[in-house]
């Protein structure tokens, strides 16, 4: 009777389960990312193993042989995964050569995040504030670059990544902190154990330098001229000493060092005849000797400049020519304020044939015309408005600017008012002559 009774109470259960709704299993979603993230990990490690064709030995318990050599395999792994990292490492670095920084970030962090040996993680966290700075997020790799110094202050790089956060502060604008950085360059290439002691020597060069430019950027040319100064008397075979004594010229200029000025002008001109900056250098040479009164040698220091016809003013006609035009100007303008109109008449002549287009040669022109008028060489004055007036379809034309169309108004009054003038002095002559003739005559009439 137990056996019937049995089989209906397990059909009822069964028919009970059946009837209940099943509840569908949904795995948690940490769970679910923990089995993804250990497939993608055995997929890799799985397929690097199938590119390098390892054979995995099987496990041999605690038997030992003298005839097998021990921890080979270990060996062969360990050389593995380095592979394998420095090939992330070499990844990045050509993720960040191809423009591409956002993705070099990505590596590296990738590297960062994982069990790297700690060399490369080293490797890793410079290259990541290289990254960083390169996708312009200057913030982040100032941050990369201070954790850098935390974690290996002791590191033979930790000069470099100073100097490199000196410069990024220089062009964050946080021109303070950049120097005080220049500054650490120094102090920590002191402190160090150094073996490559010339690769050293030339950061702290740079890092001089770097304070030298700073200052010079902000317009400090008392320090950024010191900075120079002592720059070019050690006397470093790195240094660039042509860029170095063109910055100290201008910084001297700026602070209207006159004397100084004209010693360093002429010696870089002696050393650097070549040099692309040698017609702002004739500039601030002839501008600190009219600034003495050296009017010969200022209009010598021009002349020279206008007249130049150096490889260098072919291979760079643009600086050439602003330089040209605005020492000739400057000093051709205040020499003509000052009544030394023959020295003024020479430069003028010389800007005007500079150029023949006629936005420029018909300004040059109407100065020669005035400097000639001073003179009193009234026919060559007229002579040289006429050669304005000679092109007043293309001063007045309508793609011509209307200062060309009043100049070339300005040279016909000029024009007309020499002819007035010559006019009126040659009635006046006249009119002087017969007044003193005709009492002469009077008197010698009433003297028969």
């Not at 003013?313 to 020499?335: C, D, F, M, T």
């Not at 150029?355 to 040059?364: G, H, L, R």
């Amino acid at each position: 009777m137990d056996s019937p009774r049995r089989w209906w109470q397990h059909r009822r259960q069964s028919r009970q389960l059946r009837a209940q709704p099943r509840i569908q299993a949904r795995p948690d979603a940490k769970v679910k990312t923990w089995f993804q993230n250990l497939s993608f990990l055995l997929a890799s490690v799985l397929g690097a193993a199938a590119e390098s064709n390892a054979v995995v030995a099987p496990d041999a318990g605690t038997m030992t042989s003298s005839n097998l050599v021990q921890g080979a395999g270990s060996v062969t792994n360990q050389a593995e995964i380095e592979r394998r990292f420095q090939s992330q490492l070499d990844l990045a670095s050509f993720q960040r050569h191809t423009k591409c920084p956002a993705l070099a970030v990505q590596t590296l962090v990738s590297i960062l995040e994982t069990n790297a040996p700690p060399e490369f993680k080293r490797k890793a966290l410079f290259d990541l504030a290289l990254a960083t700075q390169d996708n312009n997020d200057f913030v982040k790799a100032q941050q990369v670059y201070a954790q850098y110094l935390q974690r290996y202050p002791e590191d033979l790089h930790a000069p470099e990544v100073l100097l490199r956060q000196g410069l990024l502060f220089r062009q964050m604008g946080v021109n303070t902190l950049a120097i005080s950085k220049f500054y650490s360059v120094m102090s920590t290439a002191l402190k160090l154990n150094l073996n490559n002691i010339e690769y050293y020597k030339n950061l702290v060069l740079q890092a001089q330098t770097e304070i030298a430019d700073t200052y010079y950027s902000l317009a400090q040319f008392n320090e950024s001229a010191d900075f120079y100064t002592r720059l070019l008397k050690a006397d470093a075979p790195a240094l660039n000493k042509q860029q170095i004594e063109f910055k100290l010229i201008r910084s001297l200029s700026y602070l209207t060092n006159y004397n100084e000025t004209i010693a360093r002008s002429q010696s870089f001109l002696e050393h650097f005849p070549d040099c692309p900056d040698v017609p702002e250098v004739r500039f601030d040479l002839a501008s600190a000797d009219k600034a003495l009164g050296h009017n010969a040698e200022a209009l010598k220091q021009v002349l020279l400049l206008l007249q130049s016809q150096q490889d260098n003013a072919k291979s760079n006609p643009e600086l050439w020519v602003y330089w040209q035009r605005r020492a000739g100007n400057e000093i051709a303008n205040q020499l003509y304020k000052e009544g030394d109109y023959l020295d003024a008449l020479q430069i003028y002549q010389n800007l005007a044939a500079l150029d023949t287009a006629p936005s420029w040669q018909a300004p040059a022109l109407y100065q020669v015309g005035l400097v000639l008028e001073q003179l009193e060489q009234w026919q060559k004055a007229t002579d040289t408005y006429d050669q304005i007036l000679n092109r007043r379809s293309e001063l007045t034309g309508s793609n011509a600017p209307p200062s060309l169309s009043s100049l070339c108004e300005m040279a016909q009054w000029r024009k007309d008012y020499i002819a007035w003038l010559q006019k009126a002095r040659a009635t006046d002559l006249n009119l002087q002559h017969s007044y003193l003739y005709k009492p002469a005559t009077a008197n010698t009439t009433a003297a028969r």
